[in-house]
């Protein structure tokens, strides 16, 4: 069965860091686009993070530029997400997905979702 499947999630203290991994179970993260979401309690998910298949570009929200970096280990065809000086405000379940047609903050370009993993950043 095609999944994708997240880790690395927990809990942190403020200005701490966190590495989130997405992985593929069933199909392989190549020549696809993998965005990172994320959903606070009583909030919509919103985008954070997408990496670019086609040219190896990143593309970040405004609220995290700076502080998040997302990569990719091709070796393992797994995505990560590096968060840096992590806030309460961060605290969410993030998700990764894939998407065959482009990096966006719009769900319904992605076609494969993971279960999400828990982010907590309290002190």
């Known amino acids: 069965q095609a999944q994708l499947v997240e880790s690395g999630g927990g809990l942190v203290q403020p200005g701490g860091s966190l590495r989130v991994s997405c992985a593929a179970s069933g199909f392989t993260l190549d020549y696809l686009y993998v965005g990172w979401f994320r959903q606070a309690p009583g909030k919509e998910r919103e985008g954070v993070s997408c990496w670019s298949s086609s040219d190896g570009s990143t593309h970040y929200a405004d609220s995290v530029k700076g502080r998040f970096t997302i990569s990719r280990d091709n070796a393992k065809d797994t995505v990560y997400l590096q968060m840096n000086s992590l806030k309460p405000e961060d605290t969410a379940v993030y998700y990764c997905?894939?998407?065959?047609?482009?990096?966006?903050?719009?769900?319904?370009?992605?076609?494969?979702w993971g279960q999400g993993t828990q982010v907590t950043v309290s002190s």
């Open positions: 997905a894939a998407s065959p047609y482009g990096c966006g903050w719009y769900e319904s370009l992605y076609d494969y």
